[in-house]
């Protein structure tokens, strides 16, 4: 399974793309990427969703994943994330940083 973090936006304005592959990273963190998903129910959100209020210099995420022969997208700025995303978006950030 493969997941993609897109970081577009913010102050700077430079974007930045996170990759994690489980078979990268140790069993112990890939088995919690299932978990997350169901959880923000991710392949059942739409491919945008739209922020309430938008904000300059904030940020927007492109996430994809790729499971079991699928792909899906959601893009979102960042003061419209769901709270049911935002677990699975620390998790990329978190296992990017410390299994790479």
Not at 9 to 27: C, E, L, W
Not at 53 to 80: C, I, Q, W
């Amino acid at each position: 399974m493969r997941v993609y973090l897109e970081r577009t936006g913010g102050f700077a304005g430079m974007p930045r793309t996170t990759k994690v592959d489980t078979a990268d990273i140790s069993q112990e963190t890939a088995k919690q990427l299932p978990q997350l998903l169901q959880e923000s129910d991710f392949f059942n959100l739409p491919a945008y969703i739209d922020s309430p209020n938008p904000k300059p210099d904030r940020f927007n995420y492109m996430l994809t994943v790729e499971a079991d022969g699928k792909t899906h997208t959601v893009s979102v700025g960042e003061s419209g994330v769901p709270e049911n995303l935002k677990p699975l978006i620390s998790w990329i950030n978190s296992a990017a940083r410390t299994e790479v």
